[in-house]
Each structure stands twice: as structure tokens, then as C-alpha cells.
């Protein structure tokens, strides 16, 4: 395929863009590449249509092709794999220009799980008012070109989405239960975290800027925002700790205006009793203490957080053990191998 003839068919470069709606770095980009990204082979073959072009899917994709017939199934054209956090999202091109995304790591992102299939969570009743009707015929099954004798199943972005959505709507109205509100947690901060990347894409696609970022740009950007709108979801200290601080000191009030001195418990329980390491991390990494700069959110993401995280409810669990707060102390200095100490003092006698 000689990217510059197909160009000069319609005038040349100005002219192709201008009928395509497009900026002139756009045609510019394929020629200097000698490549045409599939996405634009469809308005290409109508445009050609229209302007009595003589152009051939063939001489697109630089290989003889037919149409597909008879329950021949799409093929996977280009493939792909969107980082989601620590996770990978299977996705696909097909012949026929679907955007799809594998149904089973859609699975995997969404329920964390290895096996079974998506259906299974989805068609929930609780779910059943929130999911789009007829969501399971947007199931695509198509095949790899490497792999022969075998199908895949994958799912329509848009419908992944609004999959994504509806398990958003099902949380906000509260029916969801403790299994089912965490797979909406993943759900929420994918749909966030991709509406900022859309607009960045489309942002970039307008200035001419996505010829010029690096190539794997977006997915790191996706990977950061993710990470921070799970942060948002995610309590690093949950209600339970307030709640069991409020009974072991009696505390009448809602927790939602806790006293400052649950704040040296805090300090005591929790970055007292945590790993050694983490506790140096943060007296030599923590800034002083100021509106939206705690303790918590400065400690590292992959080690820090997640050994935090693990005592919190550790230590949830203990004091729901306990009907005193110098009980909690007790339970957790014999929990951490804390060595008790006596100390005797002498006074001198008094009416002696």
C-alpha cells in the first residue's frame, strides 16, 4: 500500500483532510508513516464512494480481503492490552471496526477473580433494574488470527461501560451488597479515571498532539488517574475504627465529629504499632501536618498503604473484642509481643 497515491486520488493532502473533517498533520501522519490507522478505513471506502474514487479495502489493509459471509465470524485486527491498575484489560480491533474488550479479563478487573463467566455476576437481581436490557447481545465472538479452532468472547466497550454504570447507579441507590459494592468501587474509578483520559485523547486528537506524545502516554496517564480515583473510594480508615473508638471511650456524639484526641490514638495504636520500616518512612518522609497532607497519604502506594490498610483492621478486629480502652492497649501490647513494665517509686512517709 502506497499511502501517498491513495492520498493524491483525492486531491492530495489539504483536500483529503478538509472532506474528512480533519487538521492537515492528520493526512500528513499517514504519509510520512506510509500507513492508514484502521479506524479510518471506513470513512475512507464511503468518501471514495461518494467522490467516485477508486479505492479498494484491499489496497487498505495491503492484503486481498473479502467480505465476511454466513456465519463467518469477525477477526480480532489489532490487538491490545489497556493497563488498569495492576490489572490488564484484553482488548481487540476487530475486522469490522468494533472496539471490543475480553470478556473474561473484564471479569478479572471487575470481580478480581480468575475464572466464570461475566454473565454471572451481571444478571444478579439486584442488578437486573440498572443493567441495559439486551446488554448480553452486545457479546461479540470473534477469533484470533494466531490461534486457529477457537473463539473468543468479548464485549463491546460501550457496553462495558455502561455495565460499569450500572453497577455505580445499583451502589448509589444502596441495594448492593458488601461483594457487589466492591466490584462498583472498581466500576466508579474506571469510569472516572477513562472520562479524564477521553477528554485528554480528544484534546490531543484536535491539536494534533497525539502524533506527537509518547506512544504508551495515555496508559500511564490512565494507570495514574485510576489509581487516584480508587484512592477516592477507598476509606484509608474506615468508619469501623471510629466506631469501635467511640464505644471503648464512650463517646455519644456521631463519629463524623470525632474529638481531636482520638487523633493520639491514632498515633498510639496505629503508626505505633506499625512495621519498623514504615514507621522510619515516615519520620523521615512525612511533611508537618496540614490540611489535606496526613500521615496516610504519604505512605507508598505498594507497601506502605497496604501494611497500613492490614493493621487498621487488624486492630478493628481486636478492640471489637474489648469493653475498655486499657483493655485495647492491653490486647494489642500482648498481640505485638509488647514486654510489660512495673515500676516501683518511693515516697517519703508522711505524719512520720
Known amino acids: ?109 471487575l470481580a478480581q477473580t480468575g475464572g466464570g463467566d461475566l454473565e454471572k455476576y451481571v444478571d444478579v437481581q439486584t442488578m437486573v433494574p440498572y443493567v441495559p436490557r439486551g446488554w448480553k447481545d452486545e457479546l461479540v465472538e470473534f477469533t484470533l488470527p494466531e490461534v486457529t479452532h477457537k473463539r473468543v468472547m468479548g ?22 451488597t458488601e461483594r457487589q459494592a466492591e466490584i462498583a468501587m472498581r466500576a466508579g474509578s474506571f469510569v472516572a479515571a477513562c472520562s479524564t483520559i477521553g477528554l ?47 464505644r471503648l471511650t464512650g463517646w455519644a456524639d456521631p463519629i463524623s465529629s470525632r474529638p481531636k484526641y482520638w487523633g493520639h490514638l491514632v498515633n498510639e495504636l496505629v503508626y505505633g504499632y506499625l512495621d519498623p520500616d514504615v514507621a522510619e518512612w515516615l519520620k523521615e518522609n512525612a511533611p508537618k501536618p496540614r490540611h489535606g497532607q496526613n500521615y496516610h497519604q504519604w505512605l507508598n502506594d505498594q507497601y506502605g498503604l497496604k501494611m497500613l490498610t492490614q493493621h487498621i483492621w487488624l486492630l478493628v478486629g481486636i478492640a471489637s473484642t474489648c469493653q475498655t480502652m486499657p483493655d485495647l492497649r492491653q490486647q494489642m501490647a500482648f498481640r505485638f509481643g509488647r514486654v510489660p513494665l512495673q515500676l516501683t517509686m518511693f515516697m517519703e512517709p508522711r505524719g512520720i
Open 1 to 109: 500500500m502506497d499511502v501517498r497515491q491513495i492520498v493524491d486520488r483525492f486531491g492530495g493532502q489539504a483536500p483529503l483532510a478538509r472532506k474528512l473533517g480533519k487538521g492537515p498533520s492528520t493526512v500528513a501522519y499517514w504519509v510520512k508513516n506510509d500507513t492508514i490507522p484502521s479506524k479510518w478505513h471506513r470513512d475512507l471506502l464511503k468518501l471514495a464512494r461518494d467522490e467516485g474514487v477508486g479505492l479498494t479495502a484491499a489496497e487498505l489493509v495491503g492484503q486481498d480481503t473479502e467480505p465476511l459471509k454466513g456465519d463467518v465470524l469477525p477477526m480480532a485486527h489489532l490487538p491490545g492490552n489497556l493497563k488498569v491498575g495492576d490489572n490488564e484489560l484484553a482488548c481487540y480491533v476487530l475486522s469490522d471496526d468494533r472496539r471490543v474488550i475480553s470478556r473474561s479479563s473484564a471479569m478479572r478487573f
Open 200 to 246: 485528554i485523547a480528544l484534546i490531543d486528537e484536535a491539536t494534533g498532539y497525539q502524533y506527537e506524545r509518547a506512544e504508551d502516554a495515555l496508559q500511564f496517564k490512565l494507570k495514574l488517574f485510576l489509581s487516584e480515583e480508587m484512592r477516592k473510594w477507598e476509606k484509608t480508615f474506615p468508619d469501623e475504627l471510629w466506631l469501635e473508638f467511640g
Open 155 to 176: 464485549l463491546r466497550a460501550e457496553t462495558f461501560l455502561e455495565i460499569c454504570r450500572a453497577y455505580m447507579a445499583a451502589r448509589d441507590a444502596g441495594v448492593l
